[in-house]
Protein backbone atom coordinates (compact mmCIF):
# COMPACT_ATOMS: atom_id res chain seq x y z
CA UNK A 1 0.00 0.00 0.00
CA UNK A 2 1.13 3.53 -0.79
CA UNK A 3 0.00 6.84 0.79
CA UNK A 4 0.56 9.88 -1.69
CA UNK A 5 1.21 13.12 -0.27
CA UNK A 6 0.34 16.00 -2.78
CA UNK A 7 1.55 19.38 -0.80
CA UNK A 8 0.75 22.81 -2.31
CA UNK A 9 3.97 24.61 -1.50
CA UNK A 10 4.33 26.33 2.00
CA UNK A 11 1.40 24.01 3.89
CA UNK A 12 3.80 23.19 6.14
CA UNK A 13 3.52 19.88 3.97
CA UNK A 14 7.43 18.76 5.12
CA UNK A 15 5.99 18.42 9.46
CA UNK A 16 3.22 15.98 7.39
CA UNK A 17 5.75 14.32 5.70
CA UNK A 18 7.87 14.04 8.44
CA UNK A 19 5.26 12.45 10.74
CA UNK A 20 3.86 10.01 8.32
CA UNK A 21 7.84 8.84 7.64
CA UNK A 22 8.18 8.63 11.75
CA UNK A 23 4.73 6.97 11.91
CA UNK A 24 5.04 4.25 8.63
CA UNK A 25 9.14 3.86 9.59
CA UNK A 26 9.49 4.72 6.22
CA UNK A 27 11.42 7.27 3.82
CA UNK A 28 9.30 9.05 1.46
CA UNK A 29 10.11 9.03 -2.29
CA UNK A 30 10.36 12.16 -4.88
CA UNK A 31 9.31 11.55 -7.93
CA UNK A 32 9.43 15.26 -9.45
CA UNK A 33 12.33 15.90 -12.17
CA UNK A 34 14.45 17.79 -11.04
CA UNK A 35 13.28 20.68 -8.20
CA UNK A 36 11.18 23.85 -9.00
CA UNK A 37 9.60 23.96 -11.85
CA UNK A 38 10.75 20.20 -12.35
CA UNK A 39 7.25 19.16 -9.46
CA UNK A 40 5.03 19.16 -12.56
CA UNK A 41 6.09 16.40 -14.18
CA UNK A 42 7.10 13.22 -12.27
CA UNK A 43 9.39 10.17 -13.61
CA UNK A 44 9.24 6.43 -12.40
CA UNK A 45 12.62 5.45 -11.56
CA UNK A 46 14.54 2.49 -13.48
CA UNK A 47 14.74 0.31 -9.90
CA UNK A 48 11.03 1.33 -9.56
CA UNK A 49 9.43 0.13 -13.03
CA UNK A 50 11.62 -3.65 -12.71
CA UNK A 51 10.34 -4.06 -9.34
CA UNK A 52 6.86 -2.83 -10.26
CA UNK A 53 7.09 -6.02 -13.24
CA UNK A 54 8.20 -8.35 -10.31
CA UNK A 55 5.63 -7.42 -8.21
CA UNK A 56 7.79 -6.02 -5.53
CA UNK A 57 7.22 -2.44 -4.70
CA UNK A 58 7.03 -1.68 -1.31
CA UNK A 59 6.92 1.86 -1.64
CA UNK A 60 4.94 3.23 1.02
CA UNK A 61 5.37 6.82 0.95
CA UNK A 62 5.39 9.49 -1.67
CA UNK A 63 5.79 12.66 -1.68
CA UNK A 64 5.70 16.36 -3.87
CA UNK A 65 4.19 19.40 -5.78
CA UNK A 66 2.73 16.93 -7.64
CA UNK A 67 -0.20 18.44 -10.37
CA UNK A 68 -2.85 15.68 -11.13
CA UNK A 69 -2.22 16.20 -14.77
CA UNK A 70 -3.01 13.10 -16.82
CA UNK A 71 0.47 12.27 -17.51
CA UNK A 72 1.26 11.98 -13.90
CA UNK A 73 -1.84 10.30 -13.04
CA UNK A 74 -1.19 7.44 -15.21
CA UNK A 75 2.26 6.80 -14.29
CA UNK A 76 1.09 6.93 -10.67
CA UNK A 77 -1.77 4.76 -11.69
CA UNK A 78 1.02 2.16 -13.55
CA UNK A 79 3.39 2.23 -11.10
CA UNK A 80 2.45 2.33 -7.21
CA UNK A 81 -0.86 1.02 -5.24
CA UNK A 82 -1.41 4.26 -4.15
CA UNK A 83 -4.88 3.64 -1.23
CA UNK A 84 -4.84 6.63 -0.09
CA UNK A 85 -3.99 10.29 -1.16
CA UNK A 86 -3.47 13.63 1.00
CA UNK A 87 -3.41 16.90 -0.76
CA UNK A 88 -2.26 20.07 1.31
CA UNK A 89 -3.80 23.29 0.85
CA UNK A 90 -3.23 26.71 2.73
CA UNK A 91 -5.06 30.17 2.20
CA UNK A 92 -3.82 31.91 -1.27
CA UNK A 93 -2.95 34.96 0.48
CA UNK A 94 -1.14 33.57 2.85
CA UNK A 95 0.52 31.37 0.66
CA UNK A 96 1.80 34.70 -1.60
CA UNK A 97 3.17 36.42 1.40
CA UNK A 98 5.53 33.25 1.60
CA UNK A 99 6.19 33.57 -1.51
CA UNK A 100 7.84 36.69 -1.00
CA UNK A 101 9.65 35.64 1.88
CA UNK A 102 11.31 33.00 -0.65
CA UNK A 103 12.74 35.03 -2.89
CA UNK A 104 13.87 37.46 -0.12
CA UNK A 105 15.98 34.71 1.57
CA UNK A 106 16.30 32.00 -0.65
CA UNK A 107 16.49 34.20 -4.41
CA UNK A 108 13.65 31.90 -6.17
CA UNK A 109 10.72 30.68 -5.47
CA UNK A 110 9.33 27.00 -4.87
CA UNK A 111 8.37 26.34 -8.40
CA UNK A 112 10.88 28.64 -9.90
CA UNK A 113 13.23 27.44 -12.42
CA UNK A 114 16.26 26.28 -11.25
CA UNK A 115 18.52 28.64 -12.86
CA UNK A 116 16.58 31.15 -11.50
CA UNK A 117 19.13 31.61 -8.60
CA UNK A 118 21.71 32.87 -10.84
CA UNK A 119 19.28 35.69 -12.28
CA UNK A 120 18.84 37.15 -9.15
CA UNK A 121 21.90 37.68 -7.62
CA UNK A 122 21.78 40.08 -10.17
CA UNK A 123 19.74 42.43 -8.14
CA UNK A 124 18.13 43.00 -4.84
CA UNK A 125 14.96 40.51 -4.67
CA UNK A 126 11.69 42.16 -4.47
CA UNK A 127 7.89 41.55 -4.60
CA UNK A 128 7.73 43.17 -8.25
CA UNK A 129 8.80 40.60 -9.69
CA UNK A 130 7.89 38.12 -12.18
CA UNK A 131 9.13 34.60 -11.08
CA UNK A 132 7.08 35.31 -8.08
CA UNK A 133 3.93 35.76 -11.07
CA UNK A 134 5.03 32.67 -12.54
CA UNK A 135 4.73 30.80 -9.10
CA UNK A 136 1.53 32.32 -7.66
CA UNK A 137 -0.06 31.06 -11.12
CA UNK A 138 1.20 27.71 -10.96
CA UNK A 139 0.22 27.69 -7.47
CA UNK A 140 -3.41 28.46 -8.74
CA UNK A 141 -3.26 26.10 -11.56
CA UNK A 142 -1.99 22.94 -9.18
CA UNK A 143 -5.33 23.82 -7.51
CA UNK A 144 -7.61 24.18 -10.24
CA UNK A 145 -6.32 20.81 -11.12
CA UNK A 146 -7.14 19.24 -7.84
CA UNK A 147 -10.40 21.21 -6.75
CA UNK A 148 -11.96 20.29 -10.29
CA UNK A 149 -11.02 16.53 -9.78
CA UNK A 150 -12.21 16.59 -6.03
CA UNK A 151 -15.36 17.83 -7.14
CA UNK A 152 -15.89 15.05 -9.55
CA UNK A 153 -15.09 12.78 -7.32
CA UNK A 154 -12.51 11.06 -9.24
CA UNK A 155 -10.50 10.14 -6.16
CA UNK A 156 -12.03 7.34 -3.64
CA UNK A 157 -9.53 7.64 -0.56
CA UNK A 158 -8.41 11.50 -0.53
CA UNK A 159 -7.59 13.25 2.60
CA UNK A 160 -7.52 17.47 2.33
CA UNK A 161 -5.37 18.93 4.84
CA UNK A 162 -4.90 22.31 5.81
CA UNK A 163 -1.98 24.30 6.86
CA UNK A 164 -3.64 25.30 10.17
CA UNK A 165 -4.73 21.91 11.12
CA UNK A 166 -0.79 20.55 10.50
CA UNK A 167 1.07 23.40 12.67
CA UNK A 168 -1.40 22.80 15.47
CA UNK A 169 -1.67 19.12 15.09
CA UNK A 170 -5.25 19.67 16.67
CA UNK A 171 -7.30 17.22 16.83
CA UNK A 172 -8.99 17.12 13.81
CA UNK A 173 -5.43 16.23 12.36
CA UNK A 174 -4.58 13.57 14.37
CA UNK A 175 -8.17 12.03 13.44
CA UNK A 176 -7.13 12.24 9.79
CA UNK A 177 -3.88 10.64 10.26
CA UNK A 178 -5.59 8.03 12.30
CA UNK A 179 -7.80 7.06 9.41
CA UNK A 180 -5.02 7.31 6.81
CA UNK A 181 -3.07 4.67 8.59
CA UNK A 182 -5.49 2.43 9.95
CA UNK A 183 -5.43 -0.23 7.41
CA UNK A 184 -1.29 0.08 7.71
CA UNK A 185 0.33 -2.40 10.03
CA UNK A 186 1.61 0.60 11.66
CA UNK A 187 -0.16 1.97 15.25
CA UNK A 188 -0.40 6.14 15.85
CA UNK A 189 2.62 7.98 17.42
CA UNK A 190 2.55 11.25 18.76
CA UNK A 191 5.32 13.10 17.22
CA UNK A 192 3.79 16.46 17.77
CA UNK A 193 7.35 17.74 19.21
CA UNK A 194 9.05 17.28 16.12
CA UNK A 195 9.95 20.49 14.63
CA UNK A 196 10.91 21.21 10.78
CA UNK A 197 13.91 23.64 10.16
CA UNK A 198 13.67 23.46 6.37
CA UNK A 199 12.39 26.19 4.43
CA UNK A 200 11.07 27.74 7.98
CA UNK A 201 11.35 31.69 8.08
CA UNK A 202 10.79 33.95 10.85
CA UNK A 203 7.09 35.44 10.59
CA UNK A 204 7.35 38.34 8.80
CA UNK A 205 4.01 40.20 6.27
CA UNK A 206 4.62 42.05 3.35
CA UNK A 207 2.13 44.20 1.84
CA UNK A 208 0.61 42.79 -1.24
CA UNK A 209 1.31 43.75 -5.17
CA UNK A 210 -1.90 44.78 -6.52
CA UNK A 211 -0.87 43.04 -9.54
CA UNK A 212 -0.37 40.05 -7.34
CA UNK A 213 -4.04 40.31 -5.69
CA UNK A 214 -5.54 41.19 -8.85
CA UNK A 215 -4.28 38.15 -10.43
CA UNK A 216 -5.50 35.64 -7.73
CA UNK A 217 -9.11 37.72 -8.04
CA UNK A 218 -8.99 37.24 -12.04
CA UNK A 219 -7.65 33.89 -11.95
CA UNK A 220 -10.86 32.56 -9.30
CA UNK A 221 -13.04 34.32 -11.74
CA UNK A 222 -12.01 33.48 -14.90
CA UNK A 223 -12.85 29.66 -13.64
CA UNK A 224 -16.02 30.00 -11.81
CA UNK A 225 -16.85 26.49 -12.41
CA UNK A 226 -14.41 25.59 -10.12
CA UNK A 227 -14.56 26.01 -5.99
CA UNK A 228 -11.80 27.96 -4.93
CA UNK A 229 -13.24 28.64 -1.09
CA UNK A 230 -10.72 25.97 0.41
CA UNK A 231 -7.91 28.28 0.40
CA UNK A 232 -9.84 31.85 0.23
CA UNK A 233 -10.73 31.00 3.78
Not at 37 to 61: A, C, D, M
Not at 116 to 140: C, H, M, R, S, W
Not at 178 to 188: Q, Y
Request: hydrophobic share 40%.
Amino acid sequence: MTILISASPGSASNTLRVNLEKILNTKSKFLNIGTGIGHLFIKIPFKEKILKKFKLNNTKLIYGHIFPTKHNLNLLEKYYDIKEIIFTYRNIHDQLNYLYKWKKYKLRCPLSFPDEVGYAKNFTPNQNNFDIDLNLLLILNFYKLWFNLIEKNYFKNLTLISFKEIVSFNTTYQNKIRSIIKHTSHEWKNVSNYQIKENVFDKEEFKPLPRHKNMIDEFILINKDIDFSLILK
